[in-house]
């Protein structure tokens, strides 16, 4: 692994098991994967201007390699957290489009039961741990589940996502060193897109690259491209492999790129189209698509019947939404204390 | 049954839920090697190891944040903030994470959290260093708040707090850490939500908490000696409330007074004022009187803090009111 800063001390003892190759299905399941991510985002945005979904909606259109690469390599029972740009995150942990969806529609059949909303998605069964609402803040949340693997011997990992705007909190630089003094098997990753809110990476941050915090914290750092997902996967792997066989931890910068704005309701005045045409260029899946049809994994035939296929599972999921039931008023009362087992339980009525 | 101090009673709850859970681990400031700025957590590292009592960096958002996470993975995690006033710098993680994550993910994840430690002013320390949070922490759905006045319920409510699914906030008092009282040994619970009746009278009732509940008791006894009789109800839980004790007390006695170290703007005596005016509008014969903190930031000087704290010299005042 490289460290990028020469402070930034790798473990000597780190043998790297090399990632396997993938078989032609498995490569067909990752383009897949960014694919529904992409057709489900258009759709969402279709639904927003529609006004189907309300609140703050915010897209991962361009980050698609990061979710589909990261969480590609990891076991179904490792922990997964992110912040609120987490549509892409659930989709790639395998949380079931149609919740999704209905999620963001409100309803009851949502995957957090129409109560949590485009920021706030959480599947306990796919060991997703949301979706949260406050910058940094789900990242001492991700510490503790790393905590918590190693308390109870589980051998498993947590992946804790953040935007580039998150590297500024407290709560972050909190984490990094609880997680490096107390060797946590948590991998942080940056989702460098270069724009916190509407505030460029040069404005916000001092000191480049990123990974640079790890430093501070004696802790391993990589960087990856985002537009490659067989990078993502490589880089990933090895700091997985480090938190797994060392219970080591590793900050991983992915430098990235989201063609929307910050959210559903930000015109955008802080960068020209031609930068996001630019951009474009290189897109994640574009290029992984060319690179599956060069190694003759498939045709292009083939991936435009996917395309196809997975337009249909968003709009699928779409319909399953907009035809879902709203929550029942009394379900405003529901979820909010877990059931005693152990005490007596004490719940007067609501006070209004 | 034995007499011990209320420091002592908190540490016997510690040490037999521990002993009794493997998922029940304790990190805070200092409560390890140091055995506790308080000494609450005393010989707890000697008995548990550091796997079980964990001395945390002075980082109480990454702590507290850390001990949510936990609590979503299954474990049980009791933090220490050494006064309830460093809790303001995880104020983000207390409301947003421990707070609303369960509604948040349709009750998908539970967090069985207990955050404890001391709080309350009187000691000296200034404006930073003595508040008494329990209001602001009630405000909060979802938040069950925990204030014990005896050795007896800060053992049995604190074994309960860690047995609860549920995020709790624990505010031990300062003041009370060497006050001594029997305890019963052993397995002893105090449910969470219910009041507790410390002295039984007729002519009028008084509801307080925490440290205010030994004041108000001061002035009880003074006021006994002219032949005045109060009904003094501690309510140990401030959320959720134990109307129910309240409203039998005063529908007996028709005057109330409330006795607690909130300042007086939302403090949790203004909500049982409020009920209690609701509910029991034709039963009372008197005003609701309040006597609280006095609206400023606690002075360090003695004398200063002694006027801003709700004393046995004002608690007296308002009762004459109350009587009039």
């Known amino acids: ?57 915010h897209l991962y259109n361009g980050q698609e390699a990061v979710a589909v690469g990261t969480i590609s390599v990891l076991n179904d029972d490792d922990a997964v957290i992110t912040a609120y740009r987490d549509h892409g995150h659930a989709l790639a942990r395998g949380v079931d489009p149609n919740a999704c969806m209905a999620e963001l529609f409100g309803k009851i059949t949502g995957c957090s039961r129409g109560k949590g909303g485009s920021m706030h998605f959480f599947d306990a069964k796919k060991h997703f741990y949301g979706g949260h609402g406050i910058v940094g803040g789900q990242i001492p949340l991700g510490t503790g589940l790393a905590f918590a693997q190693k308390y109870l011997d589980t051998n498993r990992v947590t992946l804790a996502y953040m935007g580039d705007g998150a590297i500024n909190q407290g709560a972050v630089h909190e984490s990094m060193n609880l997680a490096a003094l107390w060797k946590l098997p948590i991998i942080y990753i940056i989702e460098n897109n270069e724009y916190s809110m509407g505030t460029t990476i040069a404005r916000s941050s001092a000191g480049d690259p990123l990974t640079k915090r790890a430093g501070a914290f004696d802790m391993a750092a990589i960087q990856a491209n985002g537009m490659d997902i067989d990078d ?19 900050l991983m910068e992915i430098k990235t790129y989201r063609y929307f704005g910050h959210s559903m309701s930000d015109p955008g005045t802080y960068r020209k189209k031609d930068e996001i045409e630019q951009r474009k260029k290189s897109d994640p899946i574009e290029i992984y698509k060319a690179r599956l049809i060069e190694q003759k994994v498939t045709t292009a035939e083939n991936l435009e019947a996917l395309d196809a296929e997975v337009t249909a599972e968003a709009q699928a999921a779409y319909d399953f939404a907009e035809s879902s039931p709203e929550p029942e008023i009394e379900t405003v009362f529901e979820d909010i204390w877990a059931p005693e087992d152990q005490i007596f339980e004490f719940r007067p009525e609501p006070r209004r | 049954m034995p007499t011990i101090t209320y420091r002592e009673a908190l540490n016997q709850a510690l040490s037999e839920e521990m002993e009794r859970d493997d998922k029940v681990f304790l990190m805070g400031e200092e409560v390890a090697e140091y055995n506790g700025a308080y000494k609450v957590s005393q010989g ?11 001395d945390s960096p002075i980082s109480e958002t990454g702590f507290t944040g850390l001990a949510i996470g936990a609590a979503m993975y299954g474990l049980r995690p009791v933090i220490e903030y050494m006064t309830w006033s460093f809790s303001l710098v995880a104020y983000d993680q207390i409301v947003n994470n421990a707070a609303q994550v369960r509604y948040m993910s349709g009750g998908q994840f539970s967090i069985p959290l207990v955050m404890r430690g001391s709080s309350g002013g009187g000691l000296q320390v200034g404006a930073t260093h003595s508040h008494t949070p329990e209001n602001w922490y009630a405000n909060v759905p979802a938040l069950t708040v925990i204030t014990p006045a005896f050795p007896d319920d800060a053992k049995g409510l604190l074994k309960s707090a860690i047995r609860s699914n ?59 000696a002219q032949g005045i009789h109060a009904e003094l109800i501690d309510l140990r839980t401030i959320k959720p409330l134990d109307f129910d004790t309240i409203a039998e007390s005063v529908s007996r006695t028709n005057r109330l007074l409330i006795v607690e170290e909130n300042k007086p703007f939302a403090g949790w005596g203004a909500q049982v004022a409020y009920e209690v005016q609701k509910e029991l509008f034709d039963d009372l014969d008197a005003p609701v009187y309040r006597v609280t903190s006095l609206d400023v930031p606690q002075p360090y000087n003695g004398r200063l803090e002694q006027a801003v704290l709700p004393n046995e010299e004002r608690i007296l005042a308002a009762v004459k009111d109350l009587l009039a």
């Open chain 1, 1 to 57: 692994m490289r460290a990028a800063d020469p402070d930034v001390k790798n473990s000597k003892n780190h043998q790297s098991t090399r990632l396997p190759d993938l078989q032609p299905q498995e490569k067909i399941a990752l383009f897949r994967k960014m694919l529904l991510i992409r057709r489900f985002e258009e759709k969402a945005k279709q639904a927003f201007t529609q006004a189907k979904i309300k609140g703050f909606c």
């Open chain 1, 232 to 250: 993502v996967r490589a880089k990933t792997f090895e700091a997985v492999s480090l938190a797994r066989t060392e219970s080591q931890p590793t």
């Open chain 2, 44 to 54: 707890l590292l000697e008995k548990f190891g550091p796997k079980r009592v964990i």
């Open chain 2, 166 to 224: 549920n995020p709790v906030c624990f505010l031990e008092n300062e003041k009370l850490y060497g006050y001594k009282d029997e305890v019963p040994e052993g397995e002893y619970l105090t449910p969470i939500g219910k009041a507790r009746v410390v002295k039984s009278g007729g002519d009028f009732t008084i509801v307080s908490n925490s440290g205010s509940t030994h004041r108000a008791l001061n002035a009880v006894k003074t006021l006994e």
